[in-house]
């Protein structure tokens, strides 16, 4: 059976819509993955959670309110907590350019702010996974 | 990596990542997962099975939401399979029926795994009876199984479940749903969800109406095993007609003259709000003592071992049958029957001779 890619798609914090996850979620659905997609105001407990139980490949997580330099790192705290070193983690969402850099030394392997293409998000996850496909 | 994060010892220490890690493993259909199923098929066989099973948007995944959330205050471990389909087109799925039971996802008594149907018909996936082994062997106490939503004929779920909830909604149709054939047959508890919707209490009456004829035609009864037999036997095209009516006079004669002639109740929840979920639990359970009680649950498994075993031997001969070797012997045997020198039948046994030398 071929390997199918699993992608967590969730919206960690208080926001009050998901719309851009639900616009993610849809294009790796298209670009044949599987996605498990968790919903509004997720903790970082519930996400990292999520991902073990669900064994995916990668890790979605969108953010708008702002609280993403606080939830993301959480999410890889708690993720090096459970020896967890072969899931890929991207972020995206109202994310302003100097977080990036800080975002991406905590180990977010990518950010996709407001207006990348969503080719672009599939092509980063294809060719950065941890695992072997 | 997937080797190293799983083993029977650590699934059977209850370690999420590594049950998810086999979940994985038998969904790919990796070689490498039957040592370690075989290593816990001695520790199976203790979990309660339950199906939920009902058509798009009735309240499936909310249902099992709550009726995990009950299962854990009595203290008992409970896992989830929740499966949703895939796209014919291109591979992918959305799992979203995990949205509604995010809130159990930090419980260490609950795992929940979402499962594309990758390709196979009748509301599961292929993954599903290796996953639930996984799970009972992993020692959780009642395994749910949320098929995907079903229509008329996906009724799968009766093979792997020792209890099915059929649930239904109000506004779907007319009384001759609740008659045809199918998927109606199959419910062990019925479940008339958005109770506070107009026309449940029709649909109530309808389902009703139709088990009570059941009853009346001698095609249904709870616990009698009859209704068992119909269940795990009827609904499905036998693999082999003879011996399938031999298992199903087998257990008929077994159970005529048994008194427990009751008929599936059919019970109305508003899930959202949580009414009726204590009494839909009660009946869940109820229902598995009856089984375990008379007997029918070993009967009820047995039966779905031989389905499930002569599936997975149909499927050898398949693959078998893709071998070169055999590929050849197929390839002449068709052009012998395209030329007329010999006809179907002859072939189909010439076929079979050559497929039971060599075993």
């Known amino acids: 059976m071929e390997r199918k890619i699993r992608v967590l798609v969730a919206k960690p914090g208080l926001d009050g819509h998901d719309r851009g996850a639900k616009v993610i979620a849809r294009a790796l659905r298209d670009a044949g993955m599987e ?6 105001r997720q903790t970082p407990e519930q996400i990292v959670s999520a991902s073990i139980q669900e064994d995916v490949d990668v890790i979605a997580m969108s953010i708008l309110s702002g609280a993403h330099n606080h939830l993301f790192p959480r999410v890889m705290q708690l993720l090096a907590e459970k020896s967890i070193d072969d899931v890929l983690v991207i972020g995206g969402g109202v994310i302003p350019d100097e977080d990036i850099p800080g975002l991406k030394a905590a180990g977010i392997a990518g950010v996709f702010t407001p207006g990348t293409p969503t080719t672009e998000t599939i092509e980063f996850i294809k060719n950065n996974l941890k695992r072997g496909i | 990596m997937d080797g190293s994060a799983t083993s029977p010892e650590l699934v059977r220490s209850g370690d999420q990542l590594a049950i998810a890690r086999l979940i994985s493993m038998v969904e790919r259909e990796d070689p490498s997962r039957l040592a370690i199923l075989k290593a816990l098929h001695a520790f199976g066989g203790r979990a309660h099975v339950v199906g ?54 930090t419980d260490p008594g609950v795992f929940i795994r979402s499962l594309a149907t ?4 009748g509301g599961l996936s292929r993954a ?30 009766v093979r792997i479940a020792d209890t099915v909830v059929l649930v239904s909604v109000p506004g779907l149709g007319d009384d001759i749903q609740a008659i045809k054939a199918g998927v109606m047959e199959i419910g062990d508890i019925f479940c008339v969800n958005k109770a506070d919707k107009d026309g449940a209490e029709r649909v109530v009456r309808e389902i009703r ?16 095993g009859l209704y068992v037999a119909r269940a795990t036997l009827g609904a499905h095209a036998p693999i082999s007609p003879a011996a399938d009516q031999g298992a199903f006079h087998h257990i008929a004669a077994q159970v005529s003259g048994h008194p427990n002639l009751e008929i599936p109740p059919v019970l109305t929840t508003v899930a959202e709000t949580g009414q009726g979920i204590d009494d ?25 071992l031989a389905w499930e075993l002569g599936h997975a031997a149909a499927e050898r001969v398949l693959s078998a049958l893709e071998r070169d070797e055999r590929k050849e012997t197929v390839g002449e045997l068709s ?13 189909l046994d010439a076929l079979e001779d050559a497929l039971t030398r060599s075993h």
């Open chain 1, 35 to 40: 996605v498990v997609y968790t919903g509004l």
């Open chain 2, 52 to 105: 939920i099973t009902g058509p798009p948007g009735s309240g499936k995944s909310t249902l099992t939401d709550k009726i995990v959330g009950a299962l854990r205050a009595q203290g008992r471990l409970v896992a989830v399979l929740a499966v949703d389909p895939s796209s014919p087109f291109t591979g992918g799925a959305i799992l979203g029926d995990r949205i509604r039971m995010q809130r159990h996802a």
């Open chain 2, 118 to 121: 990758r390709g196979h018909l």
């Open chain 2, 128 to 157: 599903v009876s290796e996953a639930t082994r996984v799970l009972d062997a992993a020692g959780y106490d009642d395994i749910i199984i949320e098929t995907v939503g079903v229509g008329q004929s996906e009724v799968d779920i």
């Open chain 2, 209 to 224: 109406a139709m088990l009570e004829t059941a009853v009346l035609n001698g095609a249904a009864t709870r616990f009698s």
């Open chain 2, 280 to 304: 839909l639990v009660k009946h869940i359970k109820a229902h598995e003592t009856a089984l375990t009680a008379t007997g029918y649950l070993r009967m009820r498994r047995e039966s779905n």
């Open chain 2, 335 to 347: 052009r012998a029957v395209l030329d007329k020198k010999i006809d179907f039948y002859d072939a």
